[in-house]
Nanobody, 122 residues
Framework: QVQLVESGGGFVQAGGSLRLSCVAS????????MGWFRQAPGKDREFVST????????SYADSVQGRFTISRDNAKNTVYLQMTSLNPQDSAVYYC???????????????WGQGTQVTVSS
């Protein structure tokens, strides 16, 4: 059974940084594209970033382009999301997801973590 466990969320002031981690188990991690999504209260889950199995290709939502960086370490079964220049609009529960295709839609991903809360104060 595939399990994804996120960590690294927390409370940070505007302009600060956080690094999220997501550790996978129960699967051949290197075969999956990985994505990060987020969901704020009262809003739909939205795409943040995705990375191919080989780290050769990445994509970002316009709202985080240039501020967030996705990466992965297949030897550690871990995907990361480095977030900088955070602003209150980045506050949300952040989820990692695993899927066969590196797409910017939640429905393309087969497995999801439980989420980690990020709160950015102004």
């Amino acid at each position: 059974q595939v399990q994804l466990v996120e960590s690294g969320g927390g409370f940070v002031q505007a302009g600060g940084s956080l690094r999220l981690s997501c550790v996978a188990s129960g699967c051949t991690f290197s075969r999956y594209a990985m994505g990060w999504f987020r969901q704020a209260p009262g809003k739909d889950r939205e795409f943040v970033s995705t990375i191919s199995w080989s780290s050769g290709s990445t994509s970002y939502a316009d709202s985080v382009q240039g501020r967030f960086t996705i990466s992965r370490d297949n030897a550690k079964n871990t995907v990361y999301l480095q977030m900088t220049s955070l602003n209150p609009q980045d506050s949300a529960v952040y989820y990692c997801a695993a899927g066969q295709y590196r797409l910017a839609v939640a429905g393309a991903y087969d497995y999801w973590g439980q989420g980690t809360q990020v709160t950015v104060s102004s």
